[in-house]
Each structure stands twice: as structure tokens, then as C-alpha cells.
């Protein structure tokens, strides 16, 4: 069993940047493929980015692309989602999730995934 735990969200104006830390139990969090998913309120969650296990490779959805930022440490057993240039569509529970697939090196869709954090939300204001 993994337990993930998310922190970092916040209220912040458009613009403004944050840093979204998933801190994980166990010791083999290298095994696992994560990403990044969010729900804004009234609709479905969508896949934000994800990494592999070495953090050598990485996708994010287009609306991510070229103002967010997904890592890994595995030394910490912890991932990143680094923000910038948010906008008030990105409001949304952001969870970080964890994928313990075969040999794919990485995973867009929340059926690959096998853990879920709670969730930390981030809120943009105009």
C-alpha cells in the first residue's frame, strides 16, 4: 500500500507562480510512474502530467504544456508540480497519483493508476 499526500496549494492571483509537492510512504517509490490530475468544480478530472520512474521522461496535457513543470526525487520519495503563469482555469483540487505499470514508461490515464492522493486545491484569482 502507498499513501500519497499532497501539499502546496494556495490562493494565488493569475500569474503568480506555485510549487505542489506529493510526498509518498514506503520505500519503493521508484517503481511507480506519477502524475499530476485535477478537477475544477462541476467537472470531470483531467490528467495535468506525468513522469516516469526515473524522471528521465515526461507529457503533460496541452493545457500544461510550457507553464507547468513535473519532477521527481526519488531520494525523498517525493514528486513535484512546479506552476507558473497560472490562470484562474487552472483553479482545481489538484492529486498527485501513483502507477505501477508493466513496461510502459509513462501513463496519461487515471485507470493506469493505482493510488490517489486527497488532493490539495489551488485557487486563481483574477
Known amino acids: 500500500q502507498v499513501q500519497l499526500v499532497e501539499s502546496g496549494g494556495g490562493l494565488v492571483q493569475a500569474g503568480d507562480s506555485l510549487r505542489l509537492s506529493c510526498a509518498t510512504s514506503?520505500?519503493?517509490?521508484?517503481?511507480?510512474?506519477m502524475a499530476w490530475f485535477r478537477q475544477a468544480p462541476g467537472k470531470e478530472r483531467e490528467f495535468v502530467g506525468t513522469?516516469?520512474?526515473?524522471?528521465?521522461?515526461?507529457d503533460y496535457a496541452d493545457t500544461a504544456k510550457g507553464r507547468f513543470t513535473i519532477s521527481r526525487d526519488n531520494s525523498k520519495s517525493t514528486v513535484f508540480l512546479q506552476m507558473s503563469s497560472l490562470k484562474p482555469e487552472d483553479t482545481a483540487v489538484y492529486y498527485c497519483a501513483a502507477a505501477r505499470t508493466g513496461t510502459q514508461a509513462l501513463a496519461r490515464y487515471e485507470h493506469e493508476y493505482d493510488y490517489w492522493g486527497r488532493g490539495t486545491q489551488v485557487t486563481v484569482s483574477s
Open positions: 514506503g520505500r519503493t517509490f521508484s517503481v511507480y510512474i
Open positions: 513522469i516516469s520512474r526515473s524522471g528521465v521522461y515526461t
